[in-house]
């Protein structure tokens, strides 16, 4: 701790896991940290939370890690979080059509060579091994593609696999979602194989395992988290930000403060002057169901040609999500209930009568429309101004508005503050000689351990 002073404080708005990540790590590299949080409570769009309506604990969202999430699951090592999250010993996505009642599980193998196409109990019913080679186009689509220009949606392996995939994944419809974007999902799961493509869940709940834990660990570390903080402007000087100005009082930053603006692209674009952020977002429909789950019951189920999407098996809790939700944000919560009910029953082969007691949440803005024409608005970490950083999902990670792109994002944040505080050390004799290519070299390093352990 003795180079915080040196280095200043680390001032972090916002406590969702962007923010939660670059905390963690700041604080864990001897940095001062400040958290502020306009909400009573950190985690964002990923927690857990109490419901009265069904009298039972349930996270606000559905979120699937895999065990190639190398961010996600830095982020838990370093939160002493990895005993929190349990999954199959190997890769396995059941899905059900409710259409034909036609049920099958998808099973790569474990290694990136994906001879699992090559067998037919292993891949999508009535597909061919020749299929699967087409999802290579989306290597070599433009920019401006979208992955039903690229990928054929009239064959079976598209509505069966590529569809569901690419909706969960980008939370927007095929028609307007980036072919690239996709490909680089398909290249850090499918395309690294069953080993990085096995499933993990919470044990209990999203609170437990992302938020709870990183909470513990930044008091450990001495960091200060202030909730029902909420930030109304900034004050610029001519290269940085001198001001925080909350509602209930200003911040004055001295000259070796930094800030991280780990806010939703929308209050970001507000607060800093000249911004573009994407501005075109995604619904999403979550319906939770209180009901007990058959024994042996899968984890998860993804569902075609249904009104369900995917459903989750919880703790006494049975999870409907529906990404790209546009065609039924507007639909009455009586009448969802019923039909995600219909295809939860079929799918985990319950009674459809009576329906159990159900919370329907609605996200109108749940993450950013992940089109070409909005992929283009995503900043990068950097600002105009020195001592200002953004994090958050719709920073450009390479990846959508994911667990691991937040993480992501703000695991670059931190390293950037880390590297650019070293950096000043050197040029101001601190830190004695140190060729910028050593410099650069250990930057290099810090990547590989926070992405990739």
């Given amino acids: 701790m003795r180079g915080a002073p040196r280095s200043g404080c680390v001032h972090i708005v916002g406590a969702g896991l962007a923010g939660l990540t670059a905390a963690v790590r700041l604080a864990a590299s001897g940095r001062s940290v400040i958290v502020h949080e306009a909400a009573p409570h950190a985690g964002g769009r990923c927690r857990s939370y109490f419901d009265a309506e ?12 895999l065990a190639g999430n ?3 699951l830095a982020y838990l090592r370093k939160t002493d979080a990895e005993g929190t999250i349990a999954g199959p010993r190997k890769a396995a996505f059941p899905f059900i059509d409710v259409g034909t009642n036609e049920r099958w599980t998808l099973r790569p193998n474990r290694g990136a060579v994906p001879w699992w196409i090559c067998t037919s109990a292993r891949r999508v019913p009535a597909t061919r091994t020749a299929d699967y080679f087409a999802a290579l186009a989306l290597w070599r689509a433009a920019p401006s593609a979208t992955v039903a220009a690229v990928l054929d949606p009239s064959c079976k392996l598209f509505r069966r696999l590529w ?3 690419a909706v969960a994944a980008l939370n927007t419809d095929v ?31 999203l609170s437990e395992t992302f938020v709870e834990p990183a909470l513990a660990r930044l008091r450990i570390h001495g960091a200060e988290i202030r909730f029902g903080a909420r930030l109304k402007t900034l004050d610029f000087a001519t290269t940085r930000v001198a001001n925080l100005v909350f509602e209930a009082g200003s911040i004055r930053l001295s000259g070796k403060d930094a800030v991280v603006l780990a806010v939703p692209a929308a209050i970001a674009a507000r607060l800093v002057p000249g911004l573009a ?71 985990y082969r319950l009674p459809t009568n009576p329906v159990p007691p159900v919370r329907i949440v609605k996200e109108r803005r749940a993450t950013f429309l992940a089109s070409p024409e909005q992929l283009q608005r995503r900043p990068g970490a950097k600002t105009a101004w020195d001592n200002l950083l953004l994090a958050g999902d719709y920073v450009a990670t390479g990846l959508p508005a994911t667990i691991e792109g937040a993480i992501r994002s703000g695991f670059a944040a931190a390293r950037l503050l880390i590297h650019s505080s070293r950096e000043a050390s050197f040029s101001n004799g601190e830190g004695g000689s140190c060729p910028s290519a050593a410099l650069a070299r250990e930057a290099e390093q810090e990547q590989h351990r926070a992405f990739h352990e």
């Fill in 163 to 165: 569809e569901p995939l």
């Fill in 175 to 205: 028609e307007r979602a980036s072919a690239a974007l996709f490909w680089s999902i398909l290249r850090e799961t499918l395309g690294r194989g069953g080993a990085a493509c096995r499933p993990l869940v919470p044990r209990v709940g």
């Fill in 54 to 65: 069904l009298g039972c604990r349930i996270d606000n969202g559905n979120h699937l890690l």
């Fill in 277 to 347: 952020t994407p501005n075109c977002f995604s619904p999403i429909v979550n319906a939770h169901f209180r009901c007990a789950s058959p024994e042996g019951a899968p984890l998860f189920v993804g569902v075609v040609n249904g009104s369900a999407q995917w459903i989750f098996r919880k703790r006494g809790v049975l999870s409907v999500t529906v990404s790209a939700a546009d065609r039924i944000i507007d639909r009455p919560a009586s009448e969802l209930s019923e039909v995600f009910w219909r295809d939860v029953a079929l799918a």
């Fill in 70 to 72: 190398s961010a996600s």
